[in-house]
DNA sequence: TTGTATGCGTTATCAC
DNA sequence: GTGATAACGCATACAA
């Protein structure tokens, strides 16, 4: 309510209610120190003229700026096709709107850049608390944030990898079971996957899980490393399929390889389930999209980011966060995995 | 480099370096009034003290918070399920680092929220400039935004729909013209459509448009509308094509609709592009991951994030921005779109 | 070229 | 319960 072009301060706020600037400043933030017909009295003329504290004289006063940072790894084309980090973009701002923040997001090209964008926020202070992901081994971020414990930082990754930082962690290694388990009951001896970047640490740490399962159970098992576009997953698919005796399923790193990989299989005349399983990790919306719909495990990624937000609000307000564990992943079956065929 | 706990201020540089406040701040932000000695030597101590200044004190002083504003409206599950959104945070971040500039991005639940969430960027000032997508026909936020002229915003939306505010738009109507064409070249009379809600603006315009030129060409013609996720698309299509004469072509307003549209065909043993051809808006990964190929209109998206983070800037320069086009639409033939078939 | 002083809009401390 | 006043950290007009 007003056409105001000089804007409005919390001195006009005062003066319109008749009362002092520290009256208002009382009764907006429900602080003692102002009567309770003063205090609505003020709450009526702010509202009336579409006052709020500045943004920025706000922030300069308390030290807080009521916004958390988030760095977007910049591959765009990777980033619109991975669904992954809108849906942790969405638990978050679901949990920071309840919260009154916001999240400052910025573009990354290069783990240099991202190194910068850190620093930037260290010093300009134009974050309470920043978010890690996408984790590499012996990340130079992490360092980084131990040297400024100033920065409040949370980490989504596996606990390994966050060298004591408060860490959001999801239990890989058990999905990896899950997910041979399941191919080993339906009579596959003869698995590979198809994976994320080497250097990112979660693939790292399912490497490690599958070599160990699938030994225990004297599983042939192959691994391909590849960086999650449908081109990458696709290719991946066919080189895989190309060697005798081929595998009898596949495991996906991501929904949008095993998307990729399925069409794949199916350019080369092998059916899905009936030549070939496949499985995929995440489980968004391709999955049930897909046709044959695909196994997958599935895992509450918006939850995720609803936790990551309120992990890092009990950060700014002081506390202590050690390690947390997401919701745990479940096995979707689905029709993209079936008995393993006869013979190869 | 400093294990600093207290924060460093320009202060504290101006010591080290022997000189005085507004020497630090001259020479960092490039303003003559100091000299080439003492710049240089100022900017060594200030990045030796990892000294930057305060953003928010920076704010404050410039009223200028070098921040964007984009919300997103909240389906979680709409939101990792399109591409679009990515696509744009990935081109308006890309533009806006190389200024120096950062996205803060909030969450709104519905129309309500969206509306306080402008009205509270307005009142605190936390934003230097706003973007506005999805509108809806007379939609409340553009005059909310005329009444408050203080606020830079660009809409990203048909010309049509924005009231004279900045607008990026591009010509959907030209795209419709295109995917008709191509549909009958290949002998289609019978075309359905599976749009998106009803009540977002460039909805209505591609209706208006597929209306025009299907009775142009005297083609029979059907839409549906349906709300962009899967679920929707695939009911969408099946009731489609339970009615007699069934469409021999169906165009999806976007991909995910059409790739668990292709997917539902396939289920009723409804081959593509045989029975049915395909085709979809926008073409995202899941068009060519997709099993056959989706032809689709190829826009590019990323490229028209940047020139809205452009344009905001231009606005945000005090310079005038009227209706600016985005890039024109490409049609992508691929495998699901084919000969009509003889007779349905 | 350099240093001093004031404003930016809040919050919070302190007298009243 | 209320009203001046000093931070908060920087930019900048102004004086030296």
Redesign the pocket.
Known sequence: MAGNKG?????D??KAA?????????A??G?????E???AKVLRVASELG????G???S????KTRRIGLILGYDPKLLSVEPYMMGLISGLGAELEEHDYSMLVRLSIGEEDERAIIEDWIATGNVDALLLTNLEIGDPRVDLLKEHPTMKALAIADASLTGGLPTLTSDDAAACGMAVQHLYELGHRNIARVAGPEELGHSYIRDAAFSEITSELGIKYRCLHADYTPEAGADATRRLLSVSPRPTAIIYDNDVMALAGESAANQLGVSVPGDLSIMSWDDSFMCTAAHPNITALNRDIVEAGRMAAALMLKLIDGEEVGVVEEPPYHLRARESTGPAPAEA
């Open positions: 804007k409005v301060t919390i001195f706020v005062a008749g009362v002092s600037s520290s009256a208002v400043s009382y907006l933030n602080k003692p120190g102002v009567s017909a003063t205090r006052w709020k504290p500045n920025a004289a706000q300069l006063a308390e030290s």
